[in-house]
């Protein structure tokens, strides 16, 4: 029988938090593989990947270097749990094979690029620039075979479950929104836009199912949409600082935002409940549910920059 939300949090919140070693400075970044074996951490140039069993115990399996400047975000290969990618602030997009503890392919874009993400189809990977430009990657060839400026601020991307469009968080006029592209001939058409924040939006995620994404900003507010109909179903507003970071668990009943005076809410996206938070201390900088477990990883940024990852079936504190 799953366990109910109210009572995963609870635990969640009991559990000892297991530390992740390695990295000496801000953790911009942390991403699940598919299957939940692996937890990529980006900091600086530095990538590390560690395994972190159910009851907490954790392992680094790999550590990467290769970047010249910071690492902003990663993301796994759906259909690889061996292979990732990482972007940075030198204009780079790398590939990392795990299994044999290498960069497997270096592909130069036309700016410092902030947002990664891979279509779970695994057909594309789409990068985004500190300029606004959202460079498409072939993954397969593992070339670019487009490249978009768009004349608004784009923050975070994902795709849907199809892989055929881009949801990508924005802000324009001062109005936040999420802008909704769809890749034909291997470009990249503007489509819609789900406008639901008073200002710019941050974070956009998709759940497992398909069915959801939750979109958040400056405006601390965390909206969830339905995909099917394109209408906002609900709003959480228990935190008083923008948004920084946004995922919902596997089983799409509860999302975690964290803001960046440090705070992690969980609620119930059933009900919109609020089920409890948790204070680092420090601002977040990334969070990111397990794909098959309630495990929850996160990355402050605080004085002392530390990645730590809670677990239902943890050592309590």
Not at 5 to 32: D, E, F, M, Y
Request: glycine residues 8%; proline residues 2%.
């Amino acid at each position: 029988m799953a366990m109910e939300a109210s009572k995963v949090v609870q635990r969640l919140l009991n559990a000892r938090p297991v530390n992740l070693p390695g990295h000496k400075n801000r953790i911009n970044t942390v991403a699940w593989s598919s299957n939940g074996s692996y937890l990529a951490t980006g900091s600086d140039s530095n990538l590390k990947v560690f395994t972190v069993e159910t009851d907490g115990y954790c392992k680094e399996v790999a550590s990467f270097t290769g970047h010249t400047e910071a690492i902003t975000s990663c993301c796994w290969n759906p259909k690889n749990n061996n292979e990732l990618v990482t972007c940075a602030v030198d204009n780079d997009v790398r590939f990392w094979d795990v299994g044999k503890k290498k960069c497997a392919k270096v592909i130069t874009t036309k700016g410092d690029n902030l947002n990664i993400t891979w279509s779970l189809d695994g057909k594309y990977i789409v990068a985004g620039n500190r300029d606004d430009v959202l460079t498409l990657i072939d993954a397969k060839e593992r070339k670019i075979v487009s490249e978009s400026s768009i004349s608004y601020e784009i923050n975070e991307l994902c795709f849907d479950v199809s892989g055929a469009f881009l949801f990508a968080a924005s802000g324009i006029g001062g109005v936040g929104r999420v802008e909704v592209f769809r890749i034909k001939n291997n470009k990249l058409l503007r489509q819609t836009e789900l406008i639901g924040h008073t200002s710019s939006c941050y974070c956009a995620k998709v759940d497992k199912t398909g069915m959801l994404m939750a979109s958040a900003g400056t405006d601390s507010l965390v909206n969830l949409w339905d995909l099917q109909n394109l209408v906002c179903t609900k709003t959480f507003a228990h935190l008083d600082h923008p948004i920084r970071a946004l995922s919902m668990s596997h089983d799409s009943k509860i999302i975690a935002y964290g803001s960046e005076n440090g705070v992690i809410a969980f609620g119930s996206v059933d009900t919109g409940a609020h089920l409890g938070g948790l204070d680092l201390g420090g601002g977040l900088n990334s969070i990111a549910w397990n794909p098959t477990k309630h495990m929850v990883a996160y990355s402050s940024a605080g004085r002392d920059p530390v990645i730590q990852v809670i677990g239902v079936n943890f050592k309590s504190k």
